[in-house]
């Protein structure tokens, strides 16, 4: 079983996030199941949700305090709250920023996690681009598909023109691809590195 923690604050999509993740897992015949975590929280306040993906039914419901991947929809909460408790040293992490690992003062989260299994993508700005508006989730969707293969790009690209038809399905498809291609330019100038 995937298990994906998502964190964020109210409005960003964070709970979307979760439940496209999951229509993508049943548009490939899997079974999936997404909730958030929040209480009266309001337009901005941290907010977490939760995606599992399996083979099998999902009879879990609790939270995920043991995630095999990590999804930060806002950088500004990357020392506010323990966003990585719980995750082994074979984890993901894929953050909502431009900066790197090392400029965001993680630079021991790197050293205990496999460079493979880390990327940040400018989903924000990628949105704002293709959407117009600044909501990363779509965008670091396709990021997540790129750095776990969890689903494929073409899931979850039908999992979002289901959820949003019409042009603003297209454009949050958009989104989506150009993150991909961000996150697998990413990993392979990291690879070519390491091999240098």
Do not use: K
Not at 110 to 119: F, I, K, W
């Amino acid at each position: 079983m995937l298990q994906v923690r998502f964190h964020g604050r109210g409005g960003q999509g964070v709970v979307t996030a979760a439940e496209l993740l999951a229509l993508a897992a049943f548009v490939e015949g899997r079974h999936a199941q997404a909730f958030p975590s929040f209480g009266s929280e309001r337009t901005g306040a941290p907010v977490v949700s939760f995606c599992r993906i399996d083979d099998a039914p999902i009879r879990t419901r609790e939270p995920i305090l043991e995630p095999d991947a990590v999804i930060i929809q806002d950088v500004t909460l990357v020392h506010q709250v323990d966003l990585f408790s719980g995750l082994e040293a074979d984890g993901y992490v894929l953050i909502n920023t431009s900066r790197s690992f090392e400029e965001l003062g993680l630079a021991a989260l790197v050293e205990r996690l496999r460079p493979e299994r880390l990327a940040t993508v400018p989903a924000t700005e990628l949105a704002r681009q293709h959407v117009g508006r600044p909501l990363p989730n779509a965008a670091l969707l396709g990021g997540m598909a790129a750095l776990t293969s969890a689903v494929s790009l073409g899931a979850l690209e039908g999992a979002i023109r289901e959820r949003f038809p019409g042009p603003i399905g297209d454009a949050n498809v958009a989104a989506a691809r150009a993150a991909h291609d961000h996150v697998r330019r990413e990993l392979g100038e990291r690879a070519h590195a390491a091999t240098a």
